[in-house]
């Protein structure tokens, strides 16, 4: 009976030193996989903070291309010059991965290229002081054509693009010899200043979208935001996902008003720019400029006289003011891309936005 029993001792104590030892095991095992979670989440981190300065590098190298470029092309740009050529995929040796092991491989590489913001159209165009622009209005309408597209989704961004402008409302001239308000028009007594400037506002803004059939007014109640990138036409009515991937390499939003880059353009921009220019004309102009660009008005409409006529002079241009980057760098398993538009004057650049992807 003392022997069954010292038996079942001994197979209680080998039981528990079996428990102890799983658990212990199970302890240091998730001891050390939170310490793996936290070292990857620290690499992670590394790898993000330094994928961001090469991208801030390349981009201070993508200006000092622009301000050089600016410096000896006499105000001329074309596909031609060092700024157009894109980089492929370029390993970083001398990296900033100087706490590597031996075994540990760096494989950075980074890779970019700089285009034309005003080889595109500019929605901006669309409008100006809230008003619509007709003339920019059948431009887009055009290239939408161009591009198989709803042309008469036109009308909708032209006025959703005027609904985030300020409008300006100019004042009457004062009647000559009153002696009414000096420093503004001269109205009835009998007539409420704030009732005054609301029938002014009103009737402005519908004579200046009549061309569109919708009323824009200042006291709208809705407060648009400004469209800052293609993909704000998604909140226009009838555009899709499709759609803005379609349109992105046709359109643009820039800051401020701007021409056509006739050197950097393509074929369906540019018939939508110019009103007596088809899809054929254009292709024909684009491969006039693939052999020799061109330097100025006079030359382009030279070699199309038929084509052209002095009002297309402000619808483009021959240099640039606006160009987009993008850069991406690949750090061992992770990636990051970034699209910048940089705005140059003369010698002198600014990056306007990055946006990370």
């Avoid at 201070?60 to 031609?80: K, M, P, V, Y």
């Avoid at 009308?155 to 503004?184: F, L, M, R």
């Avoid at 220019?277 to 382009?300: G, H, K, N, P, Y």
């Amino acid at each position: 009976m003392r022997a069954s029993h010292r038996r079942l001792q001994a197979g209680v104590a080998v039981v528990t030193a079996l428990l102890l030892t799983t658990l212990a095991i199970t302890i240091v095992a998730s001891l050390f996989w939170q310490q793996q979670v936290q070292v990857r989440s620290i690499e992670n981190q590394r790898y993000q903070l330094q994928k961001k300065w090469v991208l801030r590098g390349a981009l201070d190298w993508a200006s000092l291309i622009l301000r050089e470029d600016a410096r000896t092309s006499n105000e001329l740009d074309h596909l031609g010059e060092p700024w157009a050529v894109s980089l492929g995929d370029t390993r970083l040796d001398q990296y900033v991965e100087n706490g590597k092991t031996e075994v540990e491989d760096s494989d950075a590489t980074l890779s970019g290229q700089i285009s034309d913001a005003q080889a595109k159209f500019n929605l901006t165009n669309l409008a100006t002081d809230g008003v619509v622009d007709e003339r920019e209005l059948m431009a887009f309408g055009k290239l939408l054509s161009n591009l198989k597209l709803d042309s008469s989704l036109a009308a909708a961004v032209a006025i959703q693009v005027a609904q985030t402008q300020d409008k300006v409302i100019k004042p009457d001239k004062p009647t000559e010899g009153g002696g009414g308000n000096p420093s503004g028009p001269s109205m009835p007594a009998s007539t409420p200043v704030g009732s005054q400037s609301e029938s002014t506002t009103k009737s402005a803004s519908e004579k200046a979208d009549s061309s569109v059939n919708v009323s824009i007014t200042a006291n709208s109640a809705v407060q648009f935001l400004k469209f800052s990138q293609v993909e704000d036409l998604l909140a226009v009515p009838g555009f899709s996902p499709e759609m803005i991937l379609r349109l992105k390499n046709f359109v643009t939003v820039l800051p401020v008003r701007t021409s056509i880059n006739v050197n950097t353009t393509t074929a369906e921009v540019l018939s939508a720019r110019l009103e007596n220019v088809s899809m054929t004309d254009a292709a024909l102009m684009i491969a006039t400029r693939d052999r020799s660009f061109f330097r100025d008005f006079a030359q382009f409409q030279l070699n199309f006289p038929d084509k052209l006529n002095e009002a297309a002079k402000k619808d483009v241009s021959f240099s640039t003011h606006y160009f987009v980057v993008n850069g991406k760098v690949r750090l061992n398993r992770s990636n990051l891309e970034v699209n910048s538009l940089i705005e140059r004057l003369g010698q002198r650049t600014q990056i306007l936005w990055v946006k990370e992807n």
